[in-house]
């Protein structure tokens, strides 16, 4: 209890503070996959995923760490302002945000803060998952997420294992929706095969 109250403290100290100490080739991207978006801190072009009408599809949102200066993590500080998280369900879709831990404040679009109580060793840090579903076949056509600083503190970053916050860049992800037409031949298999 007493390292959970320190690092809500630590955390608390550095968004209100809003002093990095560091810049960094980190970054925090969104993926389709456990694989980070870039390997060097360059994020261009944005990654582009295919989410297929009616089928769910899991996007990660990760810490890639350098290792020069970040090898681990204990928080981190972003927002996703182009996140469509409140879509209402039928007819549009679904979307929800999952973190991997219980210590954060504020919301996706407009600034997160995570924090962890105990160290998140890299490379490759999950920070939380986004289950998606579009429901209408125009809702992710050409949509563009991008990582960016929060809103409210201005800031991007990764907190190191020392409690030391370094800035970070984010990287976009192009989601693009794709209908699967069936075929004939599919269309009466799968019939067929109810019976």
């Not at 403290?9 to 870039?38: K, W």
């Not at 076949?137 to 409210?152: M, R, S, T």
């Not at 190191?160 to 990287?171: I, K």
């Amino acid at each position: 209890m007493r390292k959970l109250v320190f690092v809500i403290a630590a955390l608390l100290l550095f968004a209100a503070c809003g002093a990095v100490q560091a810049q960094s080739t980190s970054f925090i991207g969104i993926s389709g996959d456990m694989i980070p978006v870039a390997t060097d801190g360059d994020c261009t072009p944005p990654h582009i995923v295919e989410v297929v009408l009616n089928q769910p599809r899991q996007l990660f949102i990760l810490a890639w760490l350098d290792n020069y200066d970040l090898d681990a993590i204990t928080a981190a500080e972003f927002s996703i302002p182009d996140m469509p998280v409140d879509l209402g369900g039928a007819p549009l879709g679904s979307m929800n945000v999952t973190w991997t831990t219980d210590l954060f404040i504020g919301d996706i679009n407009s600034g997160i803060t995570l924090a962890w109580s105990s160290v998140q060793p890299g490379p490759v840090v999950l920070l939380g998952t986004v289950d998606l579903t579009d429901f209408g076949g125009y809702l992710f056509d050409n949509l563009c997420i991008a990582v960016q600083e929060a809103q409210d503190s201005g800031m991007l970053q990764l907190v190191d294992d020392e409690y030391e916050a370094f800035e970070v860049v984010g990287c976009n992800v192009t989601l693009n929706t794709v209908i699967i037409v069936p075929t004939e031949s599919n269309t009466w298999s799968g019939i067929r095969s109810l019976y």
